[in-house]
């Protein structure tokens, strides 16, 4: 393509914050009609190079080029008026709102003096349609689901008449059809010249969807690809190393049983849910949307009730709904909605890692804050946070690393059982491959795992055993040679009780894919964020 073509040029971008470069002279280009994916680690620099040109951050060095002219934009208003929008992983709408009064937020046409209503929900009708959302524009936003928000916020974009669209993680929290429609529209607006930054955790996707990669690491941009590169290579790219096994899985021995649930039941959301997961043992508990294992992790742990049944730890039952009494048995969870479940955002590292194990550390009715901090110093050491110190809030650290914390006070609490709900989740290669590595050692040391993920490869390569869920309901369970994704597939379509060996009546069923069910988030840093993760 010639230079005609570009839209967007950045040049030697360089972002500093104190004591910390954020950015150094980064390049990257972007040309109409193209879907260039950005690609690198959490805490790489993505989300920086995305707030400069969104206007958030100004460069401290550096050009920005627009349509072949030199831009510097003082904030997103200036951003969005040079054809620049950007959907952000969490979204900017106001959920009170109409789907057309969040589209034309701040800019709402006017007659008279007054918002002219009829003229606005016509505009918001015609870019829904251009998206392919079948909303009405009086809906209330409130009421949408994840998949339909984003198609608003797309919406949203065209309605600025946006030349280059930012999608950070777009794909973090959609199934696997939600996830179709959503390229398929990226592929309409490419063709009709619009220049897409695509940045994902996911590597399949970009060969489905991208026509170049630029990858970045520790601030900088180390390398560009065509789509169709090996992902051997990709990943070598990003993390500045060769990963020669993607899910380092090394079985233990099982021993004593070590978390029994026997006919758990809630009215609408689980009925007669019996399994155990053993000391040495990883345990895989798949299924589609919908089909209850959240639902069912919460009420192990004590987060939810239920109605009937039993959970028990060590051979010693729980009294249901009694978060304390399942912690006080050695029992922890990894939340899937990191966020809202799993972190205190504006605390530190070091609070955070240290809160599940407080109880331990009081001596006398105080708190012993230095072996507090030498305890939590050593965790996140061992996993790799990438932080300022122990003292920086846990909201300013990327995605990977907010879920490294939130493991790490599991490991402080020196915890049993471990139930991982979407432990991957908007975290890069070379950080699953830690979170993996750590799995093997708690069952190296004598811990169970209950592994809940949506990532089908990532089930099959971590699990000893893979329980399989649909509608509410066990269908079967797989070990070894048996655990294939056709199998498990084949379980997660079921809808009648198990059959002899393990097996459900096939029924009709529609292939989720990704899990939702809680919020996810991914590569997820704030105006400050990971900067301070370099």
């Known amino acids: 393509m010639s230079s005609h073509d570009e839209v967007l040029r950045v040049e030697g971008v360089r972002k500093c914050f104190p ?13 109409r009609g193209e879907v ?68 034309f937020l701040g800019r709402q046409p006017r007659r008279f003096g007054l918002i002219d209503r009829a003229r606005m929900e016509n505009a918001a009708a015609g870019l829904l349609a251009r998206v392919g959302l079948a909303v009405s524009p009086r809906a209330r936003v409130g009421g949408l689901g994840v998949a339909r928000l984003q198609m608003v916020e ?27 429609t959503l390229f398929a529209l990226v592929r309409r607006l490419r063709a009709e010249g619009v220049g897409i930054v695509f940045i994902t955790h996911h590597l399949e996707e970009i060969a489905a969807l991208a026509d170049r990669v630029t990858v970045m690491r520790d601030g900088r941009t180390v390398g560009q690809a065509p789509a169709s590169a090996p992902e051997d290579e990709l990943v070598r790219l990003m993390v500045g190393r060769d990963i020669e096994q993607q899910y380092p899985r090394e079985a233990a021995v099982p021993g004593e049983t070590l978390l029994a649930v026997r006919s758990l039941s809630r009215a609408g959301a689980f009925d007669d849910v019996t399994f155990e997961v053993r000391a040495g043992e990883v345990v895989g508990l798949a299924g589609l949307v919908g089909a209850g294992r959240t639902e069912v992790a919460r009420a192990v742990f004590g987060a939810d009730p239920y109605d009937a049944g039993e959970v028990a730890v060590a051979g010693r039952p729980l009294r249901g709904g009694d978060v304390v009494a399942a912690l006080r048995a050695g029992l922890g969870l990894v939340p899937e ?38 305890a939590a110093g050593r965790v996140a050491r061992q996993l790799g946070v990438r932080m300022s110190g122990p003292d920086q809030p846990v909201r300013t650290l990327s995605g990977g690393n907010q879920q490294k914390v939130v493991i790490g006070k599991w490991l402080m609490a020196d915890v049993r059982v471990l139930v991982l709900d979407e432990p991957t ?70 809808t009648g009780p198990p059959g002899p060996g393990g097996t459900a009546g096939d029924g009709p069923g529609a292939v989720g894919g990704r899990d939702s069910g809680g919020a996810g988030d991914g590569d997820t840093d704030s105006d400050k964020e990971q900067h301070r993760d370099q």
């Open 337 to 374: 909605d990191r966020k809202g479940q799993g972190l205190m955002l504006d605390a530190s590292v070091q609070d955070n890692l240290s809160l599940v194990a407080l109880r331990s550390a009081t001596r006398g009715g105080l708190v012993d804050t230095a072996a507090s901090r030498e």
């Open 154 to 180: 797309i919406a949203k974009a065209l309605s600025l008449d946006a030349r280059v669209l930012v999608m950070d993680e777009p794909t973090a929290v959609l199934t696997a059809g939600e996830v179709d």
């Open 36 to 103: 260039h994916a950005l690609l690198g680690e959490n805490g790489a620099g993505k989300s920086t190079l995305i707030k400069v040109l969104a206007g958030a951050h100004r460069p401290d060095a550096g050009r920005l080029v627009v349509d072949g002219r030199e831009v510097r934009p003082e904030n997103t208003r200036d951003s969005e008026q040079l054809g620049i929008a950007t959907i952000h992983q969490e979204f900017t709408l106001v959920p009170e709102l109409t789907v057309a009064e969040n589209i």
């Open 19 to 31: 004591g910390v470069v954020a950015l150094d002279s980064v390049d990257f280009d972007l040309r």
């Open 425 to 494: 989740r908007g975290v890069d290669v070379g950080a699953k491959v830690e979170i993996y590595r750590l799995v093997n050692e708690l069952t190296a040391a004598g811990h169970a795992v209950l592994m809940i993920s949506s990532d089908l490869p990532e089930v099959l390569g971590m699990s000893d055993r893979v329980l399989v869920m649909a509608q509410g309901r066990i269908t079967g369970e797989l070990a070894g040679d048996e655990a294939t994704q056709d199998a498990v597939m084949a379980l997660a379509l079921a």
